[in-house]
C-alpha cells in the first residue's frame, strides 16, 4: 500500500496504477456477477413484439361513461344540458372525429394512437418541472444501520444502478410481467415455456398462465436522458454511450466515468472514491447555481439556456444532458420529520438540482435517500421497478462496506469538476430564478395523514377493494369539508399494451355520492347499511378500475378526439361545455405506488385550489401525503374531514353482514 501512495503521486503513472489495481480487483471478483443485476433467461424485450396494441374504445361506451362521470358533480339541470350536447357530439363531429383517429391508429400499429399526443401534451407545457410535474419516492433506510452514511448509500446505491443499467442493455432484466395468480405463473415453467416461444407469439404463451407481460419501452428513457428546453416544446434528448455520471454538491456539478471504456462497471471503491473525492472537496456553496434554472417556466428556461449556449457552455451542458444519472449530494440532514423529508426531495432550493434529468438519485447528509423524476419521458411502472430492484440489490448485495476507508484512492485524475462561463445577465438570470422559486415554494404546504387502525387486512377480510376504500375516503372527507363533490383523478397504467401510458379512473361516482349522502342525512343509517353501500361502491370502483387498465376510460379517447379536432381548427361543443372544464378541474389528484420498498411518496397540486394526495396501503394502517396551495386550499380542515370519514369507513367495515 505504501508503494502504491507513492505511485499515486506521481501524475504521470496515475493511469497504469489504476489500470493495475483494476485488473487485480477483476481477477478475483466474477464480473458478470458484478456487472449484472439479472441474468433472465427471457430477454428482456422478449414479449414487447407481441404485446397487444392500446384499444380505441367505441365511441358511444366513451360517451356512456363519460356521462356517468358527470352525474355525480351536477343539479339535473346541468346534466341535462351535457347530455344533449354528448349525444350530438356522438351523432356528428365526435363520430367522423373517432373514425380519422381509428384510420390513423391502422396506419401507425408500431405504437399507441395515445403515444404521441401524450408525449407532446407533456413537451409543450410551460410551466416549472418541480411540484408541478416531477414526484418524489423515498427510500426506507438500509436496515443495516451502519449502511445508511451518506457515503456507503449513495455508493451502493449508484453501483446497483449501474447494474441494472447493464441488464437492461444486455436484454438480461427479466421482463415486466403482471401476475394475476403469481403461485401458477411466476414460476420457472412460466419461464421455461414462454421463452422457449418466438418473440411474435410469447404474449399469447403468457396469457395461457393467465399472466400479462407489461410494455418496456419507456425503459430506455431510465438513462442518460434529459428534457431540454426549447421555445414553445420541449426536447428530450439522449445519448446511451455516455459513460459518466453526474454528481451536484453545494449547487457545484461534477463528472467522473463509472463504466469503462469496455463497457464494464468500474469497480466499487473507484466508485466509492471519486464520491468521496467530492464530498471532501473544498467546493464552497456555489454562489450562482445553474441548477436553480431548471425550476423556471420552460420558455424563459429555454432562452436563458440559448443564452447559455451562446456564452460557450455548450460543451458542459452536453455533459450534463448525456450524463447516465443525477446524483445530488445534499449537505443537510433530513432527520425523521416527514414534513422535512418531503420538501427536501420534493422540491429543495432548487440550488442543488438539474430537475430536467429523467432520473435523479438525492442523497441527505444523514443517509436518507429518494428519487425525483421528470415525468414527460415515462410513468410509475418503470420508475418503480428500476426503484424496487437497486433498492433490494443495494441492500441484500452491497458492494461497498463500512471501514474501507483504508482502501480509498486517489481519483483526482478522474472526478472533473464543471466550470461554466457566466456573464452578468446569466448570474442575474440565476438569481431572479432563485428568487421566483422560493416565493413559489413557500407557498406550498402539506398535511401527512396516517391511519393505524386498519388497512389492506381489514379489507380483504370485508372482501372489498382497499384502494376503493382509500378513495371513498377522500371523497367524504372533501365532502365533509365543503359539501360538494369534484373532479377526482386517480391514475391508472395501461403498461399491458403496446407503448401504452395512463388513464384516468374517476374515483367519484354515484355510489360514492350515495355514501356520502347517507352519512349527512339527519338519521345516521346502522353500521351494516353503510356496508351494504360500501361494498357496491367497491364493485363500481373495481369495475372503473379494470376498464382503465384495459384502455376502455373515456379520458384518453376524449383527449385524442380533440388533439385531432384543434389540427382540423375545430373545437366541437363538447369541450366548450363548462362541465368539461370542470370534470377536469382535478381538486382531488391521487396516485399511489404500493411498495413495501417505498417511505414516503408524493407531488404536487396540479391546480391551484386542489390537493395532490400520494397514498399509500399497509396490512394494518393507511397513510397519505397531501399538499395544498395555503390560502387556495384548506389543508388542515382537509385532514381533520380524513380522520372522520376515515372513523366512518372503519365503522361500517367492522359491521356484520
Not at 415554494?441 to 387486512?457: C, D, H, Q, V, W
Amino acid at each position: 500500500m505504501n508503494l502504491l501512495r507513492v505511485l499515486y503521486q506521481e501524475n504521470a503513472i496515475k493511469c497504469s496504477v489504476y489500470q493495475f489495481s483494476l485488473v487485480r480487483w477483476k481477477s478475483s471478483t466474477n464480473k458478470d456477477a458484478y456487472n449484472y443485476w439479472q441474468q433472465s433467461k427471457v430477454p428482456t424485450l422478449h414479449f414487447q413484439k407481441s404485446l397487444p396494441r392500446l384499444p380505441i374504445p367505441e365511441l358511444s361506451k366513451t360517451c356512456e361513461r363519460y356521462l356517468n362521470a358527470q352525474r355525480p358533480l351536477q343539479d339535473e339541470s346541468n346534466y341535462r344540458k351535457t347530455e344533449v350536447i354528448v349525444q350530438r357530439f356522438l351523432a356528428e363531429d365526435g363520430m367522423q372525429l373517432h373514425t380519422e383517429l381509428k384510420n390513423q391508429d391502422q396506419k401507425n400499429k408500431h405504437t399507441s394512437y395515445i403515444s404521441e399526443p401524450w408525449f407532446d401534451m407533456y413537451l409543450r407545457d410551460r410551466v416549472p418541472l418541480p411540484v408541478n410535474y416531477n414526484p418524489l419516492l423515498v427510500f426506507v433506510d438500509d436496515p443495516k444501520k451502519e449502511y445508511n452514511t451518506q457515503l456507503i448509500r449513495t455508493s451502493n446505491l449508484l453501483i446497483s444502478s449501474l447494474r441494472f443499467l447493464k441488464s437492461l442493455r444486455e436484454g438480461v432484466l427479466e421482463p415486466e410481467v403482471f401476475h394475476l395468480n403469481p403461485k401458477k405463473s411466476d414460476t420457472q415453467l412460466f419461464r421455461s415455456v414462454t421463452g422457449m416461444l418466438p418473440p411474435s407469439l410469447s404474449w399469447y404463451g403468457a396469457y395461457m398462465f393467465n399472466a400479462f407481460p407489461l410494455d418496456m419501452s419507456q425503459y430506455d428513457g431510465l438513462f442518460n436522458a434529459t428534457r431540454i428546453p426549447r421555445k414553445d416544446k420541449d426536447q428530450i434528448y439522449r445519448k446511451s454511450e455516455a459513460r459518466h455520471v453526474l454528481v451536484l454538491r453545494n449547487g457545484n456539478f461534477f463528472v467522473f466515468d463509472a463504466i469503462d471504456e469496455n463497457g464494464n462497471i468500474k469497480e466499487p471503491m473507484y466508485i466509492k472514491s471519486c464520491l468521496k473525492n467530492i464530498l471532501d472537496s473544498n467546493s464552497a456553496p456555489n454562489n450562482f447555481p445553474l441548477g436553480v434554472l431548471t425550476t423556471e417556466n420552460r420558455d424563459v428556461w429555454a432562452e436563458v439556456r440559448s443564452h447559455l449556449e451562446n456564452c460557450g457552455n455548450k460543451g458542459v451542458l452536453e455533459l450534463i444532458d448525456s450524463s447516465i444519472f443525477c446524483i445530488c449530494l445534499d449537505d443537510n440532514s433530513v432527520g425523521e420529520n416527514p414534513e422535512v423529508i418531503t420538501r427536501s426531495f420534493l422540491h429543495s432550493d432548487g440550488v442543488n438540482r438539474w430537475f430536467d434529468k429523467s432520473i435523479s438519485l438525492l442523497v441527505s447528509k444523514d443517509g436518507k435517500a429518494a428519487v425525483n423524476f421528470e415525468h414527460s419521458w415515462g410513468d410509475g411502472v418503470a420508475v418503480l421497478r428500476f426503484f424496487q430492484d437497486i433498492y433490494k440489490d443495494s441492500a441484500n448485495h452491497p458492494h461497498v462496506h463500512p471501514g474501507s476507508e483504508k482502501s480509498l484512492i486517489d481519483t483526482n485524475a478522474y472526478v472533473r469538476k464543471l466550470e461554466f462561463a457566466l456573464d452578468d445577465k446569466s448570474k442575474q438570470d440565476i438569481l431572479l430564478a432563485k428568487e421566483r422559486y422560493s416565493a413559489f415554494t413557500k407557498s406550498l404546504a402539506f398535511s401527512f395523514f396516517e391511519y393505524p387502525e386498519f388497512g389492506r387486512n381489514l379489507c380483504k377480510e370485508a372482501q372489498v377493494s382497499p384502494d376503493s376504500v382509500m378513495q371513498l375516503g377522500f371523497q367524504l372527507a372533501y365532502n365533509k369539508l365543503t359539501g360538494q363533490y369534484v373532479g377526482t383523478y386517480e391514475s391508472c397504467s395501461t403498461a399491458a399494451f403496446k407503448h401504452g401510458r395512463t388513464e384516468t379512473m374517476r374515483p367519484c361516482t354515484i355510489a360514492t355520492k350515495e355514501f356520502c349522502e347517507a352519512l349527512r342525512g339527519s338519521n345516521q343509517p346502522k353500521p351494516q347499511i353503510l356496508k351494504e353501500i360500501l361494498m357496491k361502491c367497491s364493485k363500481v370502483h373495481v369495475n372503473l378500475l379494470k376498464e382503465a387498465a384495459m384502455g376502455e376510460g373515456f379520458d384518453r379517447h376524449l383527449f385524442g378526439l380533440r388533439k385531432l379536432a384543434e389540427m382540423k381548427g375545430l373545437l366541437p361543443e363538447i369541450y366548450k361545455d363548462p362541465a368539461y372544464t370542470h370534470i377536469n378541474h382535478h381538486i382531488l389528484s391521487t396516485s399511489t405506488l404500493s411498495s413495501d420498498v417505498v417511505a414516503l411518496g408524493g407531488f404536487g397540486p396540479v391546480v391551484k385550489d386542489g390537493f395532490g394526495i400520494g397514498y399509500s396501503i399497509y396490512d394494518n394502517r393507511l397513510g397519505s401525503v397531501v399538499s395544498y396551495y395555503e390560502g387556495h386550499a384548506d389543508g388542515s380542515g382537509f385532514k381533520e374531514c380524513l380522520e372522520k370519514a376515515f372513523h366512518d369507513l372503519h365503522r361500517a367495515l367492522l359491521a356484520k353482514s
